[in-house]
């Protein structure tokens, strides 16, 4: 996962890649650090950029987001939020999710 450490970052990606899974951890967030590694699992499954961004060292991201919770996930199609899963995050449904994003990107 490749990290987003400024909300220039952030913006850049909505503009420049056609769909890709945001994570939003904070510090000191046990259920982040456990998800984590499961959502990393997927990368290799997906064509599409999976990034991480700490909403702590980001807030200005969090609050544009409108995050009052960690984790989340994001899943972004053409600059457009198109899924959000919070806190507890099903893994199946995620994985399907990935897979329509996935197949609507090779449509």
């Known amino acids: 996962m490749e990290t987003i450490s400024a909300i220039e970052e952030y913006q850049a990606k909505i ?3 056609q769909s890709f899974l945001l994570f939003v951890k904070t510090a000191n967030c ?3 650090e456990g998800l984590r590694p499961q959502i990393e699992a ?4 997906y064509k599409l950029p999976f990034h991480l961004v700490n909403a702590a060292e980001v807030p ?4 544009q987001l ?11 199609r053409q600059g457009q939020e198109i899924h959000r899963f ?5 893994i199946e449904e995620l994985r399907r999710r990935l897979d ?8």
Do not use: H, I, K, Y
């Open 86 to 90: 919070a806190r507890f995050v099903p």
């Open 66 to 76: 409108m995050l009052f919770t960690a984790p989340v996930v994001l899943l972004f």
């Open 42 to 45: 997927f990368e290799t499954d």
């Open 60 to 63: 200005e991201l969090a609050g």
């Open 15 to 17: 503009g420049q890649e």
């Open 100 to 107: 329509e994003l996935e197949g609507s990107l090779n449509a």
């Open 30 to 32: 046990s259920v982040c």
